[in-house]
């Protein structure tokens, strides 16, 4: 499956951004999908992620980010989203979106084999 993010911006605190993840292939509704970020000097961390299956899943959000953020899927346009509500300076990175064959909602970078490019999402203060 090849993955394209798009959706980052620049934007002040408090404002909102929805990211979108476009996937190829006719299988993505039998991904597992996260979203993840890499700040500069930090490593990639986990934001959000949802399961596989025809009603979108259960879901799981990194603590940081409950509460402010939705992970969505839609199964007929191959598309996964993450829209992003009272945006923080903290949040500023680059996001990737990922697809997992796992049959779980998993937050581990290395159960993801699929990577999209990434777009870059910047909160000034």
């Known amino acids: 499956v090849q993955l394209q993010a798009s959706g980052g911006g620049l934007v002040q605190a408090g404002a909102s951004l929805r990211l979108s993840c476009a996937a190829s292939?006719?299988?993505?509704?039998?991904?597992?999908m996260g979203w993840f970020r890499q700040a500069p000097g930090k490593e990639r961390e986990f934001v959000a992620a949802?399961?596989?299956?025809?009603?979108?899943?259960?879901?799981l959000y990194a603590d940081s980010v409950k509460g402010r953020f939705t992970i969505s899927r839609d199964n007929a346009k191959n598309t996964v989203y993450l829209q992003m509500n009272s945006l923080k300076p903290e949040d500023t990175a680059v996001y990737y979106c990922a697809a997992s064959t796992y049959n779980e909602v998993v937050v581990s970078t290395t159960k993801y084999a699929y990577w999209g490019q990434g777009t870059q999402v910047t909160v000034s203060s």
């Open positions: 292939g006719r299988t993505f509704s039998s991904y597992v």
């Open positions: 949802i399961g596989n299956g025809w009603n979108g899943g259960s879901t």
